[in-house]
């Protein structure tokens, strides 16, 4: 079954230290996301990503924030200057073109600590 | 009103039982509906879209009244192996025609031996 890779698997960095986390969505998809985690709360959405520009983006998804698809198979999320409350569980997510935003495939997840 | 909202749990209920999870949303130009589930420290799973007129799979149903703007989702015959938090998403329009996917905080569920 095809599906969504993410790395690192768990990334520990200092406050104000710029973060970087990788995935690979799946091959046919067109529809990328990121979601975060805080620990005991809810899914939260950040941004989603389509035909090569953000489509929507929440109010957590701020200037810190940018994502990256550099070469048609890679979709990046970087954090510029990570905070203790960036701490988190984040998702990346594609969908296939006939689903459109409605069925996600989540990647395993990459947890981040900042210390 | 919260966008997506969910029984807080958390259930805890023996091998065999019928759960009933519950949830309502505040927007009422929502099209999609689902239920996830997502064991701990995982990825949340799609478990079942909910369609109007309901809709089965196996031990669970899961039901749309758009008019009072609520979702449920009912598991009979219990496993252990059902075990884990239910989320309850709905796709929410967002400026222009884009949506979003919002997730309710989940219910805790475990099956007890």
């Known amino acids: 079954e095809p599906e969504v890779t993410q790395t690192p698997s768990h990334q520990v960095t200092q406050m104000g230290q710029e973060v970087i986390l990788r995935c690979v969505p799946i091959?046919?998809?067109?529809?990328f996301y990121w979601y975060r985690q805080i620990l005991g709360q809810k899914v939260e959405f950040l941004v989603s990503?389509?035909?090569?520009?953000?489509?929507?983006k929440s109010e957590i998804f701020d200037d810190q924030f940018s994502v990256e698809r550099p070469d048609g198979s890679n979709f990046t999320l970087k954090i510029r200057s990570t905070k203790l409350e960036d701490s988190a569980m984040y998702f990346c997510?594609?969908?296939?073109?006939?689903?459109?935003?409605?069925?996600?495939?989540f990647g395993a997840g990459s947890r981040l600590t900042v210390l | 009103r919260k966008e997506v909202e969910q029984d807080p749990g958390p259930f805890n209920v023996p091998e065999g039982a019928t759960v009933a999870f519950n949830c309502t949303y505040s927007?009422?130009?929502?099209?999609?509906f689902f239920w996830y589930r997502q064991d701990c420290r995982k990825e949340p799973k799609l478990l079942m879209s909910v369609y109007s007129s309901g809709n089965e799979d196996g031990r669970f149903t899961a039901q749309l009244n758009r008019a009072s703007q609520y979702i449920s989702l009912l598991i009979r015959d219990s496993k252990l192996s059902d075990s884990a938090t239910y989320l309850c998403?709905?796709?929410?329009?967002?400026?222009?025609?884009?949506?979003?996917?919002?997730f309710g905080k989940g219910t805790l569920l475990t099956v007890n031996p």
């Open positions: 927007n009422s130009a929502s099209q999609s």
């Open positions: 998403v709905v796709n929410i329009p967002q400026v222009g025609s884009n949506y979003k996917l919002t």
């Open positions: 990503f389509y035909n090569n520009e953000i489509s929507e």
């Open positions: 997510a594609s969908s296939a073109p006939h689903s459109g935003a409605n069925v996600l495939t």
């Open positions: 091959s046919n998809h067109l529809y």
